[in-house]
């Protein structure tokens, strides 16, 4: 068996310090290692053009390697002061934000261009649609307990009740939120060191992952832009629990933000695995109420702790405006036909095309049945008819209800970041339908769909790109496609 050539420029797990000089989509940047072999391309998420990084070697092959950041050495001329503290979660914070835009646009069509093979994809473009809110946009926030601290001086961790976020590239260290992060309600996260100081104070010891003991475990926060309300979640294990009085902590919240408190929830997830909902624990009400409303386009939704929900409202506001006008835009050509909404959710663009198309059939379907009876819930409070919804597998429904056949015009498809599984698409495109409406969080699948589609007799009509996560790289699409 031949030897396995050794790479003549890094190996896995070699930590280098590398100048990142160009930016690929997903927010990858490029730095290149040149010496006596010649030059090598090397990835690493979540930095810029500019920047001197400190970052490891996860993957190594004969053409590029993967790294994984662990410190921004030297900042791009691109980026500003901020008044924020830095998270993980929000990596481009100090770019300026239509720096940003121009980032996430040219790398996004590229995409089109070399995965989904569309070369004139400019001809194509519609809009940019920006976010209403660059800063405090999400609804929705998981901070997590550790025993594991970090050092921002001395960049080392160190053993101390922590109350943040984990440390990126360190996953059994947190790093304490001493102030507003920017992304989320700035009034709950400067009071989040005051709930650490409260939890730290019981004895109580939070979570030690490597040891995978401790009771303290995350706090999650959902708020309604509605209502400004807020609706808290505790997780710890049960260990301790009989020492912990959750009244108690539920009446300090109470002093902390008065009536915006919508609710407290107490989770027990004694499993090892790193994740907020335990698959065996249990859920309960401590105080106040255990759902809240949010508005979108006029509509109200009821949101649990466990609901998904877009985590940027205001910005999906725009994201299905944009759905409908493509879905929309030649009305007197759907009325009286079927429009199905696929991988629909909780139902929130059929809603909305009902409410606007009244001579329009919606049909929503969803593999995920309690988001078919939150959809069917909304749809009721909402008052709207016209919809039905179904929890069934996308391509086990195509074949059982033949009712629909011949009558589906537009279809909206609106899957997860995997994208469409290839039966799938295969079943959808023998539909025959006139106009899909392809919403994704994930461009790189959709390219990658968009060849099949294209090779199937679809063509790209508009394309649009949605920035729902500002100082991230994810972006969002919505792609209009016809029948040629």
């Not at 980032?103 to 995409?111: A, D, H, I």
């Not at 929705?140 to 053993?159: H, L, N, Q």
């Not at 947190?174 to 009071?191: P, Q, Y």
């Not at 989040?192 to 992952?209: F, M, N, Q, S």
Request: aromatic share 10%.
């Amino acid at each position: 068996m031949p030897r396995r050539e050794r790479n003549k420029f890094v190996k896995r797990g070699e930590i280098i310090e590398i100048a990142i000089e160009d930016y690929a989509f997903g927010g990858k940047g490029i730095g290149r290692i040149r010496n006596e072999h010649g030059e090598f391309v090397v990835f690493v998420p979540n930095t810029l053009p500019g920047q001197l990084v400190k970052a490891q070697v996860k993957k190594s092959s004969k053409k590029y390697a993967e790294a994984k950041l662990l410190d921004v050495l030297k900042s791009s001329e691109d980026e500003i002061e901020i008044s924020f503290q830095d998270i993980p979660g929000a990596p481009y914070i100090q770019l300026p934000i239509d720096k940003q835009h121009e980032f996430k646009k040219q790398s996004t069509l590229e995409l089109f261009k070399r995965i989904g093979k569309v070369s004139d994809i400019e001809d194509k473009f519609d809009e940019f649609v920006k976010s209403p809110n660059t800063f405090h946009y999400r609804n929705k926030m998981e901070y997590g307990f550790s025993a594991i601290g970090y050092d921002r001086e001395a960049k080392t961790d160190v053993d101390e009740f922590t109350l943040g976020f984990k440390r990126r590239g360190l996953w059994w260290c947190g790093d304490n939120l001493e102030k507003d992060s920017g992304l989320f309600d700035a009034e709950f996260e400067n009071h989040l060191k005051d709930i650490r100081e409260y939890c730290k104070a019981t004895g109580l010891a939070p979570w030690h992952a490597p040891k995978k003991e401790g009771f303290f475990r995350y706090f999650v926060v959902r708020k309604s832009f509605k209502t400004n309300e807020l609706l808290f979640n505790l997780v710890t294990t049960s260990h301790g629990l009989n020492e912990f009085n959750l009244d108690k902590f539920a009446n300090y919240l109470v002093q902390l933000f008065g009536d915006r408190v919508a609710g407290l929830l107490h989770t027990i997830n004694d499993e090892i695995g790193d994740r907020t909902i335990a698959t065996t624990g249990s859920i309960s009400l401590i105080y106040g109420k255990e759902k809240i409303v949010e508005e979108l386009l006029d509509l109200n939704f009821e949101i649990s702790m466990k609901s998904f929900f877009q985590t940027n409202p205001k910005c999906a506001e725009k994201l299905y405006s944009k759905v409908v006008d493509y879905a929309l835009e030649n009305k007197e050509a759907i009325d009286n036909t079927v429009v199905l909404d696929l991988f629909c959710g909780t139902g929130t663009i059929g809603q909305i095309i009902a409410n606007k198309a009244t001579n329009t059939k919606i049909v929503g379907v969803d593999i995920v049945a309690s988001a078919i009876k939150d959809a069917k819930e909304n749809a009721k409070r909402n008052e709207i008819d016209g919809l039905k919804f179904y929890a069934a597998d996308v391509g086990k429904f195509l074949n059982e209800h033949p009712e629909y056949q011949n009558k589906i015009r537009t279809i909206i498809l609106d899957p997860a970041r995997a994208g469409i599984a290839p039966k799938t698409l295969k079943k959808i495109i023998n539909l025959n339908a006139e106009r899909l409406v392809y919403v994704s969080c994930n461009p790189a699948t959709q390219a990658r769909d968009t060849e099949q589609l294209m090779q199937s007799g679809y063509e790209i009509k508009k394309l649009s790109l949605v920035d729902q996560f500002p100082h991230t790289s994810h972006i969002e699409t919505v792609v209009l496609f016809e029948k040629g």
